[in-house]
């Protein structure tokens, strides 16, 4: 009970938090708009019919990616700039479960950008909102937020041993919304590329979304969400203790 | 004069070497080649399921508009940085020329945009199916680097503004990820609706992009001379502008008691 009201507290904390900075107004709103607008005329420009909400959808899971990855990248660092990280890890729970909502929060603050991106798309571009099955995409919407928190907690657990992480998210932003297929089919890409999508969230995350959308089956995609989710709990957990171990030994804890 | 000279070309690469950490190589390669480069990846995959061009239209869009990159974060980065180091009001106070203290700062962003739109074209040669004729290699670099300049004149707007404004990074970003939307870089200009087709005209790199998109097609320099010297003129306007407006803000900041908020 007290983890749950912990996770809860951080998360609501956290996504408060990040709801004030211009820098995730930046990422989660302007960016994803600015990107969908580009998407949209390229794909009415284009040859390729009855695609539209596609794009949105694929737009918006482009901003979750990008808030999650420069949030979720930056996140021991910048509590070492602020100076929490010493009572981050000095509190009696494990650090684990301090960093946890912060990364989902991130993730959370996405859902800024597909609402502004669907909203936009609407507004603007004739894009159709009809959800097929409103139920399953209540569903996927909170697995897929939770499965790209997760892997951005080991994007903090392990960016954190690079000195230069803000240029590590730079450089991942573009190539995770190209080789999970956000905006294109993944049969475009050459095939050694599909098995790095099945690791990443955002492939079954957005999967999972526009099977929803379209009346497929989405529940085998939330489910890939899900355990996968697991799977970078379970990283994320020894990379933290690594982490917090050669922090410890080193005494570099508050050395940025 | 020679005073001058040399505020413009040591204070410019001073300026440089202190303000821009990410000149080391860990952080130069991922954020200056290596997104770049995923950058025309992606939108060349993106062109392709569209079914909207061939790579070529994405791969010399993309690469003369990562010349914007350098220049507006540069220009954005020269001011902001001097803010933040605390550093803006001892060179207010120096009795230095204000134009070459300006422009200085400006010239290795430009060589920096160009290696970045270089490097870009260089690795969607070799990925993409984009393979213009070596002759026609000089051209496409006077165009590179009429582009780069271009962008780094609105970058001196973006860093006039800086001297007001407490987020000049926030309105960085906003112009860079406009300019993909305006200029034609991903969208045939004539596929987008009038009025941004206007605010594209009057922006750099629309006619850069235009000017390249010819050659890479074969035509000579010559063929596109206007559309180069409308990119110039363009840029030649926006650092005008840009000392315009450094200017005024420059003033205002002392009246104000201002510059070095944060």
């Known amino acids: ?256 | 004069m020679r005073q001058d000279l040399r505020v413009f070309f040591v204070g410019g690469y001073l300026s440089y070497r202190a303000l821009f950490n990410w000149m080391h190589p860990t952080h130069y390669i991922p954020t200056m080649l290596g997104a770049p480069v995923f950058q025309v990846l992606f939108f060349a995959y993106v062109g392709r399921f569209a079914q909207l061009r061939d790579d070529e239209f994405f791969v010399t869009g993309n690469a003369v508009q990562l010349s914007a990159m350098a220049g507006v974060y540069g220009m954005a980065m020269t001011i902001g940085g001097e803010r933040w180091t605390q550093t803006l009001s001892p060179l207010m106070a120096s009795p230095a020329n204000r134009l070459p203290l300006f422009l200085g700062r400006s010239v290795p962003l430009i060589v920096n945009g160009f290696i970045t739109s270089s490097f870009a074209f260089f690795v969607s040669w070799l990925l993409l199916d984009f393979d213009p004729a070596a002759s026609q290699l000089p051209a496409l670099a006077v165009v590179v680097a009429a582009s780069a300049f271009a962008c780094t004149s609105l970058g001196l707007v973006v860093g006039a503004i800086g001297l007001r404004a407490r987020d000049v990074f926030f309105l960085a970003n906003v112009v860079v990820f406009s300019l993909l939307l305006f200029c034609g870089v991903n969208i045939p200009l004539e596929s987008l609706p009038g009025w941004m087709q206007a605010v594209g005209r009057s922006l750099p790199l629309t006619h850069g992009i235009e000017a390249a998109r010819e050659i890479a097609d074969g035509a000579s320099l010559a063929d596109v001379d206007h559309l180069v010297w409308t990119e110039l003129g363009i840029g030649a306007a926006y650092a005008a502008v840009g000392y315009a407006l450094f200017r005024l803000f420059e003033h205002e900041g002392r009246r104000r008691a201002s510059l070095e908020t944060i």
């Open chain 1, 1 to 256: 009970m007290t983890t749950l009201r912990l996770l809860w507290v951080g998360w609501r904390f956290y996504v408060k938090n990040l709801t004030l900075s211009g820098f995730f107004l930046l990422t989660s709103i302007v960016q994803p708009v600015i990107f969908a607008s580009v998407a949209y005329f390229m794909f009415e420009a284009g040859a390729r019919p009855g695609t539209l909400l596609y794009v949105a959808l694929g737009a918006g899971m482009m901003g979750i990616w990008s808030s999650t990855l420069f949030g979720s990248g930056g996140a021991i660092q910048w509590q070492r700039w602020q100076g929490t990280l010493e009572y981050s890890i000095a509190v009696p729970p494990p650090l684990l479960l301090v960093i946890v909502p912060l990364t989902i929060a991130t993730a959370t603050i996405g859902l800024y950008s597909l609402t502004a991106t669907l909203l936009w798309g609407w507004l603007f571009f004739d894009v159709p909102l009809d959800v097929a099955n409103p139920l399953a995409f209540a569903v996927a919407l909170p697995a897929a937020v939770i499965g790209l928190g997760l892997l951005g907690l080991v994007l903090a657990s392990t960016f954190v041993l690079y000195r230069n992480a803000n240029a590590l998210s730079n450089l991942l932003e573009f190539p995770v919304w190209l080789v999970t297929g956000l905006l294109i089919s993944l049969s475009l890409l050459p095939g050694w590329v599909a098995p790095i999508s099945w690791v990443l969230a955002p492939t079954w995350g957005i999967n999972a979304l526009r099977e929803a959308a379209i009346a497929g089956n989405p529940w085998p995609e939330i489910g890939m969400c899900l355990a996968l989710g697991a799977v970078y709990l379970v990283i994320g957990h020894f990379a933290l203790q690594h982490f917090e171990r050669l922090a410890r030994e080193r005494a570099t804890l508050a050395i940025a």
